[in-house]
């Protein structure tokens, strides 16, 4: 199984970016999906999640902001930000969870700049 993030980059605050993921090895569809970050001396936290069944959840610093998607043809979980802020600075991981086994991608940059 193999996830492969990409999109992260260097944004001023307000704007937006659009983080994507890859995942292969693996019926995607069948999968919960999630999106997490680790911020400079943090540690990782989950941003969004999604169900197979389409139900979300999101951490409450980024809820109204951020969008979790996934596109199961194209075996793909997108992060859509919005309103970035500095404090979304962070490594961004995509993760699938396969009977309580979590695969993790290899993480996507993200800087915010005030």
């Known amino acids: 199984v193999q996830l492969q993030a990409s999109g992260g980059g260097l944004v001023q605050a307000g704007r937006s970016l659009r983080l994507s993921c890859a995942v292969s090895?693996?019926?995607?569809?069948?999968?919960?999906i999630g999106w997490y970050r680790q911020a400079p001396g943090g540690q990782r936290e989950l941003v969004a999640h999604m169900s197979t069944f389409g139900d979300t959840k999101y951490a409450d610093s980024v809820k109204g902001r951020f969008t979790i998607s996934r596109d199961n043809p194209k075996n793909t979980v997108y992060l859509h930000m919005d309103s970035l802020k500095p404090e979304d600075t962070a490594v961004y991981y995509c993760?699938?969870?396969?009977?309580?086994?979590?695969?993790w991608g290899q993480g996507t940059e993200v800087t915010v700049s005030s």
């Open positions: 993760s699938l969870t396969n009977r309580g086994y979590v695969y």
């Open positions: 090895g693996i019926i995607f569809s069948i999968h919960d």
